[in-house]
């Protein structure tokens, strides 16, 4: 049996701006909403800011920042795996990033045959 890959995952610059981040604010989680402006970013808040939902989705944690996902978006997007990096601009109005000269980018992959049987077995 394949061991069922990561739903999330981050690249060395995004794990480094998590790390900022949580030495300035203390424990801090993700959320990604799918919604419109912000809400199609991954936004960061600081644990106790942003209250989880009963039908949002743990994928799981990036940089010991635990990542929830809305649950229609999570019907979305659950063949693919999220990957978490930082671009250069503003971040999401209320996201912790705001203001850094960097914002959270979503990227995807597609998970391949054996990976989504690992995930669904």
Known sequence: MTTPPLRV??????LALIDTLRRE???VLFHQSGGCCDGSAPMCF?????????G????????GAEF???GPQYA?????????????GRGGMFS?????GQ???LRSRVFDEAENAALNG
């Open 96 to 100: 912790l990033e705001n203001g850094s």
């Open 9 to 14: 995952t981050a690249t060395p610059a995004a």
């Open 103 to 105: 914002r959270f980018l």
């Open 56 to 63: 949002d989705v743990h994928l799981g944690a990036i940089g």
């Open 46 to 54: 600081a644990v106790g800011d942003f209250l989880i939902g009963d």
């Open 76 to 88: 979305v997007w659950k063949h693919t795996q999220l990957i978490i990096d930082v671009v250069p």
């Open 25 to 27: 604010h203390g424990p």
């Open 68 to 70: 929830y996902i809305s």
